[in-house]
């Protein structure tokens, strides 16, 4: 039985973040530099000596889920198609941050799953799949800030998302 999809679109500048404005196709924009605080769990004087280090990008990704089918056995296969993240020129100024643009970006992008493929359930990697069906695809863009290397330092700012249910 094939299963009913629902796909659902959210667009959200969180409420948390306001202030935020940015333009994807530009990469331009204004982050107010109470967002940025907020983000970080900073206070003024924290931003004022940490501003010029934080870091602002861009990430997407397209994700698919699939039903196949192994033998006799259904699996659902969650696959990530594509994914990219940009970096963006980054002008510091008295009430926030100012982006300017991308200055540099990687993408990548993966097969899904295929009829004759190797079946993605280990109990019996030696079956080939005969049958794949997407069940739904989901995406998903975020304008990320940033402070240094570890991701516990990376926070979503403005987040574009659409979800797959069934």
């Known amino acids: ?5 629902a796909l659902l679109l959210v ?53 698919d889920v699939y039903s196949v089918m192994c033998g006799r056995r259904t699996i659902r296969v969650p696959h990530q198609r594509v994914s ?15 982006l300017d643009g ?14 004759g493929f190797p079946c993605p359930d280990e109990r019996k990697p030696a079956d080939k799949i005969t049958k794949v069906e997407l069940l739904c695809t989901s995406t998903r863009a975020a304008l990320v800030a940033s402070h240094g290397s570890s991701p516990a330092e990376s926070h979503d700012l403005q987040v574009t998302e659409s979800a797959c249910h069934d």
């Open 11 to 63: 667009f959200s500048a969180s409420p948390a973040y306001g202030a935020v404005k940015f333009d994807p196709q530009t990469g331009t924009g204004f982050v107010d530099r109470a967002d940025v605080r907020k983000a970080f769990g900073w206070d003024d004087a924290a931003l004022n000596a940490r501003a010029g280090d934080v870091e602002f990008g861009y990430r997407t990704s397209t994700d």
């Open 84 to 98: 990219s993240s940009t970096a963006l020129k980054v002008r510091v100024e008295r009430d926030g941050f100012a």
């Open 1 to 5: 039985m094939r299963s009913v999809l």
């Open 102 to 115: 991308a200055v540099a970006g990687i993408s990548g992008t993966s097969v899904a799953p295929a009829v």
